[in-house]
């Protein structure tokens, strides 16, 4: 069982041990009750999908945002809760695994979708925020599939808040200049006064200078952004995900030209968009399943 947690909507199926979504379903994220009713939503529908016949149900996997640890999901500023235990959502007596909503879902593309078999990979999932998830081959050869890098303190891949313009506009983090308040697919579409960033990638292929403008220079803020994640980290591939990733090349044709503009000495990484699209994270709850299910039962029974 797998359960993707968003801000306005929860993904939750059964997955099957090869990746294969046999069950899937979307609900949505209350916006009100507080901590309480989140968590009340999430067991719910965790209790639903334990009741689905004609599966045998082995583990729950559930992917979240904010910072996550094995045992409990630290803090989140989109929902308020800090230090939620594992057994404060479900009480489905199955093994349960918890994991961070992007890095999951970065777990997901490296197992089945644009970043396969690649050895060093960074997934930028770019939606209502912006976060990264990154594999690093050096840490593990072959690299593990089981947890990207989180960093000391769990804190790794906040993308979103890199500032690329130091005295820019300001985020709600408290800083300026953040990535997100240019690049995310809200503020793409709050710059240009559209209902989504769907609506602007519209009007920038009918050639509309409004549309055209406020997306070049999201495609500046992002190339900017991944330009310093490449200096750093050298991946092999850089996979964008989430809905801004279905505007294709309209998205990476811009952004593949400035960040090789921005790498003078050296070649640009791989642009990719996402395989798998809005599936990664449910794919990457399903994977947290499999995992607690495995170390549940080593044996295989």
């Not at 045998?56 to 803090?75: I, M, S």
Request: aromatic share 4%; glycine share 14%; charged share 20%.
């Amino acid at each position: 069982m797998a359960v993707d947690v968003g801000g306005t909507s929860m993904k939750g199926g059964l997955v099957s041990s090869g990746g294969e979504i046999l069950v899937a379903e979307r609900r949505p994220t209350p916006r009100d009750g507080g901590v309480e009713g989140v968590l009340g939503a999430i067991s719910g529908f965790i209790g639903d999908l334990a009741e689905i016949s004609g599966y045998r149900q082995v583990g729950v996997g559930l992917a979240v945002p904010g910072l996550v640890a094995p045992d409990r999901a630290v803090y989140s500023a989109a929902f308020g809760w800090r230090d939620v235990p594992v057994a404060a959502f479900t009480s489905v007596p199955l093994p349960v695994a918890l994991g961070h909503d992007v890095r999951s879902a970065g777990e997901a593309e490296l197992a089945y979708g644009a970043a396969r078999d690649r050895r060093d990979a960074l997934f930028v999932p770019i939606g209502t925020g912006m976060a990264a998830a990154l594999a690093l081959s050096s840490r593990e050869s072959p690299p593990s599939r089981e947890g990207l890098y989180g960093g000391a303190g769990g804190w790794a891949g906040q993308i979103g808040h890199i500032p690329v313009y130091p005295d820019g506009l300001p985020c709600r983090c408290g800083q300026r200049g953040c990535l997100s308040v240019y690049a995310s697919a809200v503020a793409i579409a709050r710059r240009c006064g559209a209902a989504s960033a769907a609506d602007v990638v519209t009007r920038v292929r009918a050639g509309e200078p409004e549309a055209s403008r406020v997306w070049g220079a999201a495609m500046d803020a992002l190339a900017l952004a991944l330009a310093t994640a490449t200096l750093l980290l050298d991946p092999e591939v850089i996979v964008i995900g989430g809905g801004l990733s279905l505007a294709g090349q309209t998205l990476l044709d811009p952004l593949r030209e400035r960040l090789t503009a921005r790498l003078a000495f050296r070649p640009a990484p791989e642009l990719a968009t996402s395989r798998l699209g809005v599936q990664a994270g449910l794919l990457g709850a399903g994977l947290l399943g499999w995992r607690a299910a495995s170390a549940a039962n080593p044996d295989g029974r």
